[in-house]
């Protein structure tokens, strides 16, 4: 994530005091920040880069992790908001989970600042800025149904993870469209992945269970994120079925490499965690300097499709 780490901020100036601070007060401005997602490629690197700007400016930035136990995150952060801090920062946030410190923040007046915190407005937080969801579903099943020759009578399998509220989105917006164009959903509904970090595997036992009992009856896989991704390609590999296109999202390093062999592999998508990153940078920087607030509190970023004709031209997320 080089793009990341060098993020131009508004201001080099290391920042002291935080919003509504007396003039002359030397206070440092003080950050909880904390992902449950700290185990995936981009969610890791998204937030390291953040922290580490931060630190750059000035500021205290205590980091709060976990592989997606909501639980600890919000004892850990709502712990971080009786201690005393001046804003938090959201990772990857599921809104669903994160009640018991969104209330306590509010509580205390702390705004939450979140990337990729959900697919609409959500007055928990003071600005969410994330991927355009629709626009993924839209370029991905395209891409998609270009390389199946068609949508009708296809099979597709498609694979999700709905507690991430990003890729629940996608997913069931891929699979309207997939349907509303005529296309069968393989196996009759969303393939739920239970954990990210065994997501390959999970994604390889699908497709090879299906191919399985199926074997002439996959057209293409469509998949919420790379990793997920590879596994399907992995599993049609084996199966000797290079002709079933997969796409996935997030343009990851070694999806990248897929893509340019020419196999199962089609597209994915590179979705602008540096700009989202540094919008959400910014907002916090003229926070800290005084008090002011982002005037729009939902903020979706374009995305683009990553496929043969242009492979070679993207850096990887990762």
Not at 61 to 90: C, H, M, P, W
Request: aromatic share 6%.
């Amino acid at each position: 994530m080089t793009a990341l780490v060098g993020l131009a901020m508004a201001s080099a100036m290391a920042l002291t005091g935080c919003s509504g601070a007396a003039e002359g007060d030397t206070k440092t401005f003080k950050v909880a920040a904390f992902t449950a997602g700290y185990g995936t490629p981009v969610g890791k690197a998204t937030v390291d880069a953040f922290v580490e700007k931060g630190k750059e400016q000035g500021w205290d930035v205590r980091l709060y992790t976990s592989e997606f136990d909501y639980d600890k995150i919000n004892t850990d952060v709502t712990g971080a908001i009786t201690q005393g801090v001046d804003a938090i920062f959201a990772g990857f946030p599921d809104p669903r989970q994160i009640a018991p410190l969104v209330n306590a923040a509010k509580d205390a007046d702390i705004p939450i600042f979140s990337i990729d915190g959900g697919v609409q407005p959500n007055d928990d937080f003071v600005v969410d800025a994330t991927s355009n969801q629709q626009q993924i579903a839209d370029l991905t099943v395209g891409s998609l149904e270009k390389a199946m020759g068609g949508l009708s009578g296809k099979n597709v399998m498609v694979i999700g993870h709905d507690p991430h509220v990003g890729i629940m989105t996608r997913s069931h917006m891929a699979e309207d469209l997939l349907k509303s164009g005529g296309a069968n959903i393989a196996g009759g509904e969303i393939k739920q992945v239970l954990n990210p970090g065994t997501s390959q595997e999970e994604a390889l036992k699908f497709v090879t269970d299906y191919l399985q009992a199926n074997p002439e009856g996959l057209d293409g896989v469509w998949v919420g994120w790379d990793h997920a991704a590879l596994g399907a390609v992995q599993a049609l590999n084996e199966a000797g079925r290079q002709d079933v296109p997969v796409t996935g999202v997030d343009a990851v390093g070694i999806a990248l490499a897929e893509i340019k062999k020419n196999g199962p592999f089609s597209a994915t998508v590179v979705q602008d965690w540096p700009k989202v990153l540094s919008l959400v940078l910014d907002d916090m920087t003229t926070y800290a300097a005084d008090g002011s607030k982002p005037a729009k509190n939902f903020v979706e970023t374009d995305v683009t499709l990553v496929d043969r004709t242009n492979v070679n031209d993207i850096t990887p997320t990762d």
